[in-house]
Every structure is written in C-alpha cells, then in structure tokens.
C-alpha cells in the first residue's frame, strides 16, 4: 500500500511540475484564474441566493429559488446549440460576461425594488453560468496535454473550490448588503472574462 501511495505521490508532483514548465503555464494560469473567478462569481452565489432574495424582499422565495434552479436547462441548451458555432473561446468570454451583466441588472432591480427584474435577472445569471462552466470544462480538458491532463483538470477544479471557499466567508460577510454582495461577485467575474 505505502508503494502505491508513493508511486502516485510522485506521478502528481513530476505531473504538476510539467503544468508550471514555460511551455503549459501560459494554458495554467489563465485557466486557474478564470476557474477561481466563475467558482467565486457562481457558486459562491448560488449557495446564497435564498438568503439574497429574502434580503431584497422578494415573496415566495421557494418558488423563485425553484425558477432559478431551473434556469440550468437554458444554459445547457445555448452550450449545446452554440459552442462548436460561435467557438470556445467567445463562447466563454460571452456567457462570462452576460452573467456579470445579469448581476448588475440584479443589483439595480435590488436597489428600485423591481421583484420581476429581480427573478429574471438571477435566472439569466443562473442561465449564462452554467454555459460558461460547460464551456470552461470543455476547453480546460482539450487545451492541457494528453500527458498531464487530469493533473491540469484536477489543479484548476482546486482552484476553483478556493474560489467557491472564499466566497462563502465574503458572501457571508455582505449578505446583509445585498447589492455590494452582487457587484463583487459581478466584478470577480469579469476578471474570469477578461483573462482569455
């Protein structure tokens, strides 16, 4: 047992050294900071939205918690209908862009009190996210090299759930401010649109 956990110890380290050479990090990086971005932007949000939307006085949260939920199926349609069309690349930067543009209705229908422009604009974010990790999933996995490839995979979805971690600590800091809570995470997003 201990020369198999050995054996593997090592393949991680000699894979992970090859993901920081000159040649993969200019694939690294970018891809590890726009995975930290969207988890942080999303994630972090989506385990917030009830507690967002009783902040912004919306009626039956249940029920437009429900709606948002529901809003992935829109997202997986557009990646699947538009992906291999518009390419990868602007795929991405769109569907980033278009959910940080959604958070910054959500945070002006907050302000003006506008529970329709709310719900709509949390669904659209809801939609454009789960576009943009399908995309992000799908270049990730085809821009690394075969030889390190699960390495390179396993190294952003790390950086992604520090993103999603520091999230929660800074949602939970500004939950009670709804509307600053949203423009970070909008912000933190179009970091992750603007790296490709």
């Known amino acids: 047992v201990c020369t198999v956990v050995e054996t593997a110890m090592v393949e991680f380290c000699r894979s992970t050294r090859q993901l920081y050479l000159p040649q993969t990090r200019k694939t690294t990086w970018p891809l ?8 942080f932007g999303s994630y972090g949000l989506v385990t917030w939205i009830n507690a967002l939307f009783v902040q912004v006085h919306l009626q ?21 209908l538009w992906m291999d069309k518009v390419g990868r690349s602007s795929m ?5 862009l278009a959910a940080a ?31 943009a990790w399908n995309v992000i999933d799908t270049l990730s996995s085809e821009l690394f090299p075969t030889a390190v490839r699960s390495t390179g995979m ?19 800091a500004l939950v009670e401010r709804p509307i600053r809570l949203l423009l970070v995470a909008s912000g933190t997003l179009l970091l992750g649109a603007v790296t490709p």
Do not use: D, E, H
Request: with cysteine.
């Open 101 to 131: 543009a959604s958070l910054l209705a959500f945070a002006w229908c907050a302000k003006v009190m506008n529970p329709t422009g709310i719900v709509l604009s949390a669904c659209s974010f809801q939609c454009f996210t789960i576009a």
């Open 60 to 80: 039956n949260v249940y029920f437009n918690a429900l709606l948002f939920a529901a809003s992935n199926l829109p997202g997986n349609l557009l990646t699947a």
């Open 32 to 39: 590890q900071l726009i995975w930290f971005s969207l988890s």
């Open 154 to 172: 396993g190294v952003c979805a790390a950086s992604g759930r520090i993103g999603a971690m520091l999230a929660q600590f800074v949602n939970g």
């Open 92 to 96: 991405l930067i769109s569907s980033v």
